[in-house]
């Protein structure tokens, strides 16, 4: 039998989860789900990372232990899965024996081939990232991602020989097109194999900085490094090195968010092949989601909570939704009015009107049992013709984690068969008496609709389980599939049971008023809008505060004059090609051309909003280059909690004007 191994990153455990960790574990649920319909030995992981200076912060804040913290949040993680209808297989942490031992074992391995040495290193080490960074990696003497200054560190580590094996990664990567999907991220692990800032990886820490992990096996006063530690999972939960499992399902195939592309797409595969084991089939990359183009952000009160939405909305519709609106690989806005849209235009006015009228008219005609029927005209046969269709291309693009539009092609079928009863009018067939002709219409909508509910299990377990039972089908109550060869399932539109008694009426999909949630959405921002004036007069009370108690030292006017400050509006904005926080603003201060200036907003202004702004900027900045672009001024920010604010007139200014 074939086997399907599926992992998400075991998520790092300094925080409770949320949105991001909730679409990438849904994924993972639907893309074990379908492979189970498809008949394959299925296995789905996920768990928790809970190793390194964040954790050891993190629990020193709350007054408990490491050990205690890491349990207490690795729980809120193991009791949210359930609840938003995921049903992994196992569920690793690192702090588990047989993980440690595994580690300890993977070590020992690289140690003993010689690709693991014992060196003198002064790195830039960022604690946000928990990692070194060298020279070329930096920007401008910032870490890339968090864009604050690393600390410098001189100790005495182990370092894997990362760059012995990035030649060889980087001809795998170009011999297997699909080994990092979807390509864009093909792209940027090249780019970063190619730029020549990748070197040898510091894999321990020592125990005078840290305690809190994995002892090295071959120095007691050494613990190993959280992303060497915690990769090592995708195999130590299958029982590596002589386990069954690690025999039966590896290789799999690993789920991460953009973020994490680095570690999974570089320091793993290289780790493997140094280990002398299988590489991974394929590294699936998604984007971020955001709410209204903005970073979530506890004081902004816009953070989004799964459970809630799953128990406000509806668990399946919410899962749908995540699968349908974002676009495998960029990034999503999110927001309530985009789901209830979704709901009532797809699942009300589509699936759940046609299961609601089909399902009427077999009352009303056949007392409810499903009728026979034979194909026999045109319109017959061309709606048998795209049910194949649609299933196979469904098949064909969620094989491939393109979801959004693997729903989209099931929805052509759906949008087909309500178009199909309105042309064939049952109403009509059945006043004239022609009930060889209704029975035949109602049983090609029926067949198709059962095909629908079969594709939709993976994404909609319990709604596609309450379709099937309308349709008379036995559905298994125990998580198991309703088939086990989806594939099988396109050659006709056999299937039905007919004679089987179906659901008199149905409502799976209620409309959501809009105007309600109009309402509720007001009144939230409102109480939004408040707590921001709340955050900001606490910040300003701050900042007065310290500035009294620690004040700056003076300037003379005359260096205050030396600064090049005015007025520009915004020409064009778009997002860096290669760093999330960073946008590309093209500015007109009056100097014929627009001037580039690259400003860390990307989390707090969308691009296509900046367009006819206008901003204050330094000008007479020396130029600098970050992540290959040249950034020519510095953007004028005010500090709003965790937020910014871009400063600009209070009325429009001619584009160039002096700020005294």
Not at 28 to 36: T, Y
Not at 215 to 225: G, K, M, N, Q, R
Not at 237 to 260: F, N, S, T
Not at 518 to 541: F, H, L
């Amino acid at each position: 039998m074939k086997t399907f191994y599926i992992t998400t990153p075991i998520y790092y455990v300094n925080a409770n989860p949320h949105l991001g960790h909730a679409y990438t574990t849904i994924v993972a649920d639907a893309m074990a789900r379908f492979h189970r319909c498809l008949g394959e030995d299925t296995l789905f992981l996920t768990g928790t990372d809970e190793h390194g200076d964040k954790i050891v912060q993190a629990a020193e804040k709350r007054g408990l232990t490491p050990r205690q913290f890491v349990d207490e949040i690795s729980g809120h993680f193991r009791a949210l899965w359930p609840r938003l209808g995921i049903a992994n297989d196992r569920f690793v942490r690192t702090t588990d024996e047989q993980h440690k031992a595994a580690v300890q074992d993977f070590l020992q391995k690289v140690y003993d081939a010689g690709d693991i040495y014992f060196g003198e290193f002064g790195g830039h080490y960022c604690y946000g990232c928990e990692r070194f960074y060298t020279e070329k990696e930096l920007e401008n003497g910032l870490c890339p991602q968090h864009l604050t200054k690393p600390e410098f560190i001189s100790e005495k580590n182990y370092f894997f020989r990362m760059s012995k094996y990035l030649p060889w990664l980087r001809e795998y990567i170009l011999a297997n097109p699909d080994f990092i999907r979807p390509e864009r991220y093909r792209g940027e692990v090249l780019a970063m194999l190619e730029s020549g800032a990748l070197e040898d990886l510091c894999i321990s820490r020592p125990k005078t900085r840290l305690t809190w992990g994995i002892e090295l096996p071959f120095d007691h006063d050494y613990v190993c490094y959280v992303w060497f530690d915690a990769l090592i999972n995708y195999i130590s939960a299958l029982g590596w090195p002589g386990g069954a499992e690690y025999a039966r399902y590896w290789p799999g195939e690993h789920l991460v968010a953009k973020d994490i592309l680095k570690p999974h797409a570089v320091f793993w595969p290289t780790m493997l092949k140094a280990a002398g084991l299988p590489l991974y089939r394929h590294l699936n990359v998604h984007g971020y989601w955001l709410v209204r183009d903005t970073k979530m952000s506890k004081s902004l009160g816009n953070v989004v909570d799964p459970l809630d939405m799953g128990q406000r909305y509806g668990l399946d519709a919410f899962r749908y939704f995540l699968l349908r609106e974002m676009h495998f690989g960029s990034d999503a806005s999110f927001s309530e009015e985009a789901l209830v849209g979704r709901i009532n235009a797809d699942l009300a006015n589509d699936l759940g009107n046609l299961f609601s009228r089909v399902l009427s008219m077999t009352a009303k005609y056949c007392d409810s049992q499903i009728p026979a029927g034979t194909v026999h005209t045109d319109a017959d046969r061309a709606i048998e013709e795209l049910c194949a269709s649609a299933m196979e291309n469904y098949l064909q693009l969620f094989r491939n984690v393109r979801f959004a539009q693997a729903l989209e092609a099931l929805w052509e079928l759906v949008r087909a068969l309500n178009k199909y009863v309105d042309s064939q009018a049952p109403w009509t067939l059945a006043k004239e008496g022609q009930q060889e002709r209704l029975s035949t219409v109602l049983n090609i909508l029926l067949a198709c609709m059962r095909k629908i509910a079969l594709c939709l299990w993976p994404v909609m377990p319990k709604a596609a389980g309450a379709m099937l039972a309308q349709l008379g089908e036995e559905v298994p109550d125990d998580g198991t599939p309703p088939t086990r060869d989806l594939a099988a399932e396109t050659a006709s539109l056999s299937g039905l049971r007919v004679g089987a008694k179906a659901a008199p009426a149905s409502n799976l999909f209620p409309r959501i008023d809009s105007a309600a949630l109009a309402e509720e959405q007001a009144a939230k921002k409102a109480k939004s809008q408040e707590k921001t004036k709340k955050v900001q007069a606490k910040d300003e009370k701050k900042k007065a505060d310290a500035a009294a108690t620690s004040p700056l030292p003076e300037i003379s006017f005359d260096t205050f004059k030396s600064l090049d400050l005015r007025v520009g509006t915004v020409v064009s904005a778009e997002r860096h090609p290669h760093a999330d926080r960073l946008l590309r603003l093209l500015i007109d201060f009056g100097e014929g051309e627009p001037r580039q200036i690259l400003s860390g907003i990307a989390e707090y202004y969308a691009p296509e909003a900046l367009a006819g702004r206008q901003v204050c900027a330094v000008l007479n900045l020396a130029p600098r280059k970050i992540r290959g672009l040249m950034s020519c001024g510095m953007v004028l920010t005010a500090g709003v909690g965790d937020c910014c604010r871009l400063l600009t007139p209070d009325e429009v200014v001619p584009a160039g004007s002096p700020i005294s």
